[in-house]
């Protein structure tokens, strides 16, 4: 079964490295979770009150978790991101499931790859100049989870997530600015608010997201609206529309997933990416995820 750590060269020996790859198996459980719950919302073509009765399930996750579970899985194979392998688990995957919601950009690269194409040429060239959609970025929070601590290498190892589907420096600087996020999100002395916000944007790389990043930092954590206002949530499907806000809840509710969840959908936009994302920081620093939540979604391969 893929999901077991044996065999896998990741950060440290032993323990870490099995701690490590449990870390990713706990963001991946948020993730799907968020990304469930948000897809909900989008089902239901309204938001739902935290006060009214959550429908059955099985609540369904979509590409956001379709793509995560090949992260995880190279992660756990490789010890890092493998790229050749990475884009090898995404077309895999989308071959045997391709009704999970893939956008028309990632569904082109992914044919291709099955094809015989090589990701190189492919990523680069989709829309002119690559994509720069929060794709890398809704995939991207396990990927910190695994370098908790590290959120250097975390932003290095994102970034090569990214580019097998997101070439545009913006769709890279999402994936980044996720996965730290998650890496700072797991540590034992995870800042929070502005500060937490700042140290993200600290390493992403120079552009509309590290510029909305930076106008984030000075949101408050009852700005709500001044939030969707100023950073987007999704509607663009862009990674500078979606990122900065995704990282200004998490940050304000790290350790409330709940809480986190119910405001990200707030939002409205691509809910599902969102909460996706959201959902993949803050299981990391609330250590904890909602039961009967859970209990309605469908369940992962692997669990």
């Not at 198996?25 to 935290?50: N, P, T, W, Y």
């Not at 545009?168 to 700072?184: D, I, N, Q, S, T």
């Not at 540590?187 to 120079?206: H, K, N, R, T």
Request: aromatic fraction near 6%; include cysteine.
């Amino acid at each position: 079964m893929w999901l077991s750590p044996a065999g896998q060269i990741g950060p440290g020996m032993g323990t870490d490295r099995t701690e490590a790859f449990e870390r990713a198996r706990l963001c991946l459980k948020g993730l799907a979770l968020g990304d469930a719950f948000g897809q909900l919302q989008m089902d239901l073509h309204r938001r739902l009150s935290a006060s009214a009765e959550l429908p059955p399930g099985p609540w369904r996750w979509t590409d956001d978790t379709h793509m995560a579970l090949s992260v995880v899985e190279t992660l756990s194979t490789h010890g890092r991101i493998d790229q050749d392998a990475l884009a090898d688990a995404f077309a895999r995957r989308f071959r045997q499931d391709p009704n999970r919601g893939y956008g028309q950009g990632a569904a082109q690269i992914l044919i291709a790859i099955l094809g015989g194409a090589d990701w190189r040429e492919v990523s680069p060239k989709l829309f002119g100049s690559g994509s720069y959609g929060n794709g890398a970025a809704m995939r991207a929070a396990p990927v910190g989870a695994y370098y908790s601590g590290d959120p250097e290498r975390a932003a290095s190892e994102a970034e090569l997530s990214a580019v097998v589907t997101h070439a545009h420096p913006e769709g890279r600087a999402g994936a980044v600015g996720v996965a730290v996020a998650a890496a700072l999100s797991s540590g034992a002395d995870c800042p929070s608010g502005g500060e937490f916000i700042q140290a993200v944007a600290e390493l992403v790389p120079e552009g509309l997201t590290r510029d909305r990043l930076r106008l984030a930092e000075s949101i408050a954590d009852d700005g709500l609206a001044d939030a969707i206002r100023e950073l987007g949530t999704g509607y663009e499907v862009s990674a500078q529309d979606t990122v900065p806000f995704c990282i200004w809840v998490s940050a304000h509710h790290l350790r409330d997933y709940e809480a986190a969840l119910w405001i990200t959908a707030a939002g409205l936009g691509d809910c599902d990416t969102t909460c996706a994302i959201v959902g993949g920081i803050v299981a990391l620093s609330a250590r904890e995820l909602p039961a009967r939540w859970l209990a309605r979604m469908e369940m992962l391969p692997g669990t």
